[in-house]
């Protein structure tokens, strides 16, 4: 098919309103991607530049025996630093990890007319659904190489009438085999804090899931695109699963000696899921715990796939600092804020940096 791109116009029409996505750009076979896909030459990753973490995966399995201190220290230790850590032997079936992402691929290979069926404002399942490309193409003056489908849980019988056929019922067992390990992540975080956790304070800091499914198609240009921009997540945690193709990239809080930016990759590693603190953890704990920015690359020779959960608190949420997290500093870093305000402030903005968001529950003096 020639199409050409003459105007942005006819860009934003194919990509965003028919909703063939990037995927459809990347179907093209175009020599190299549309400029509106060209990042700044400060946004764009620079592999060399980059190391690889090399910590271990934490081994949950070993919080039931001897151990278990050591691998609570690990855990927090990495929440205070990095605010990314991978585990392994988590309880949930290698098999449905494998399944998850040959799904994902899977998925975005449908017809364009089955897949737009569960696009944003198109689904009948309104908000149940999700599918878009970027993150909020109407405001970002340069496009993330990335189309997702979000699935926003809040029963099994929703999920199971309005959630893709392909995948309703294997996301819906993802979530119920990985409660266990999330919910353990979370009251070792929060008990860390000083705080007692009881099931509606639990409730109230992991009450929303959302699992989104990433496709990342092969990109010409890859030095010069983005698969997502500088971002942290938005909730309490969020758990990723990654292929073997890997591109996450996570900047450490200090920049080098040299004064510039560090960041590391977070290799595949098999078996592992990666797991990340978001703003509400950082605010909930006051700063204690760092929800790091991160971005990911674009290969050009295979669709990359991941699929994060994201565990959040519910929408009617006010959200603050513990009493008992700001009694350790001895001043509170943040102000309340309801939760349903700091999303439409998260969604209302490109993906450009931490700061700009997590500025909106900072107190500015602290
Ligand atoms: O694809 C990845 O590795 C990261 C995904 C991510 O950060 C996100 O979906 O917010």
Redesign the pocket.
């Known amino acids: 098919m020639a199409l050409s791109f003459n105007t942005s116009n006819s860009l934003y029409d194919f990509v965003v309103r028919e909703g063939n996505g990037v995927k459809g750009v990347s179907d093209l076979g175009l020599p190299e991607v549309p400029d509106r896909y060209i990042q700044p030459p400060e946004e764009r990753i620079n592999k060399q530049e980059s190391r690889t973490c090399d910590a271990p995966p934490i081994d949950l399995s070993k919080l039931n025996g001897l151990e278990h201190e050591k691998v609570v220290d690990e855990i927090v230790r990495a929440a205070e630093t990095l605010g990314f850590f991978q585990v392994v032997n988590h309880g949930v079936p290698l098999e449905l990890l494998e399944s998850l992402k040959h799904t994902a691929h899977k998925f975005f290979s449908l017809p364009l007319e089955k897949k737009t069926l569960y696009r944003a404002g198109v689904s009948p399942a309104g908000p149940v659904t999700r599918l878009a490309t970027s993150f909020v193409p109407e405001k970002e003056k340069t496009w993330e190489w990335k189309d997702y489908i979000s699935m926003i849980y809040r029963s099994d019988e929703e999920a199971l009438q309005y959630w893709p056929n392909l995948c309703r019922e294997l996301v819906l067992e993802y979530l119920k085999l990985s409660s266990k390990m999330v919910r353990g992540i979370v009251e070792i975080l929060i008990r860390n804090l000083g705080v007692t956790i009881d099931d509606s304070k639990t409730e109230q800091i992991m009450g929303d899931k959302v699992v989104?499914f990433?496709y990342y198609p092969p990109c010409p240009n890859p030095e010069l695109t983005v698969?997502?921009g500088r971002?942290s997540?938005l909730g309490t945690i969020t758990v990723?699963l990654?292929d073997e193709i890997g591109?996450?990239y996570v900047k450490m809080e200090e920049d080098n000696d040299a004064g510039k930016e560090e960041w590391l990759l977070i290799p595949p590693i098999p078996g592992a899921l990666v797991i990340n603190i978001g703003d509400i953890l950082q605010i909930l704990s006051n700063g204690k715990y760092k929800s790091a920015e991160?971005r990911?690359t674009t290969t050009s020779t295979r669709a990359r796939v991941?699929v994060?959960l994201f565990i959040l608190p519910i929408a009617t949420e006010r959200i603050g600092p513990f009493p008992e997290a700001v009694k350790n500093v001895g001043f509170a870093r943040y102000r309340e804020v309801l939760m349903q305000d700091y999303m439409s402030k998260y969604f209302g903005n490109a993906h450009e940096g931490k700061k700009k968001i997590i500025d909106f529950a900072r107190i500015n003096s602290a």
Do not use: E
């Open positions: 989104n990433n698969g997502l971002h997540d990723l990654q591109g996450l991160h990911t991941s994060p």
